[in-house]
């Protein structure tokens, strides 16, 4: 994959030879596509390794994030089936401490 670097003032400067189209993100973008016709793209940049593993990390930690709280809203839906009244008596200050997580382990465990 190439990766360009271009100027906002080129782009801007470049659009004016089009007076005629609106001016709205749709018309822009196929202004900054038609830009690289012209061959006036001056420099090509290549991503650096340490940005491309940072870039892989920082997906993984979101997907992580996003797997977690699906797995606490889960976690959630089913101590409510299970236990109705648990929920509104608010026994547990944090719903995912060692306590809470023990004492709900062990009821699911043996219910």
Known sequence: MKVFVLNAKQIKAFKES???????????????????????????????????ALRNLTRARFQVAQNLSREKTRFLDTLF?????????????????ATSYCCNYRLLLYR
């Open 18 to 52: 089009y007076p005629e189209l609106p001016k709205n993100d749709n018309i822009n973008t196929l202004v900054i596509a038609d830009y690289p016709r012209f061959g006036r793209i001056s420099k090509e940049v290549n991503p650096d390794e340490k940005y491309i």
């Open 81 to 97: 089936y299970k236990f109705s009244s648990l929920d509104s008596s608010k026994i547990f200050s944090d719903t995912f401490g």
